[in-house]
């Protein structure tokens, strides 16, 4: 069982950046896939990115390729979401999650666990 909490979200102008958050609980966290996903009100949760249990194999999404990087702490159960260049269509609540399988695991359905998200509001 792993639990997840988010923080880091807010308001920024387009062109800046963000630094989130995901605090993991559980002596196992190191074992895991984490990833991170959004939803935009009225859109299909969708995958942004995520790490292997190691840290040294990542996957991204086309669409915050080059702007956005995810990295990992295993000694502080936590998992980052840099956010930089942001746009206005990144405006969603964005959910880490977690799997035990490959970091290019990118259907939401297959990731058992789930923080309770965080609103990024890009201005524009």
């Known amino acids: 069982q792993v639990q997840l909490v988010e923080a880091g979200g807010g308001l920024v102008q387009a062109g800046g950046s963000l630094r989130l958050s995901c605090a993991a609980s559980?002596?196992?966290?190191?074992?895991?896939?984490m990833a991170w996903f959004r939803q935009a009100p009225g859109k299909e949760r969708e995958f942004v990115t995520a790490i292997n249990w190691s840290g040294d194999t990542t996957h991204y999404a086309d669409s915050v390729k080059g702007r956005f990087t995810i990295s990992r702490d295993n000694a502080k159960n936590t998992v980052y979401l840099q956010m930089n260049s942001l746009k206005f269509e990144d405006t969603a609540v964005y959910y880490c999650a977690a799997n035990l399988g490959p970091p290019n695991t990118v259907k939401a359905g297959l990731y058992p666990y789930w923080g309770q998200g965080t609103q990024v509001t890009v201005s524009s």
């Open positions: 559980g002596r196992t966290f190191r074992s895991y896939t």
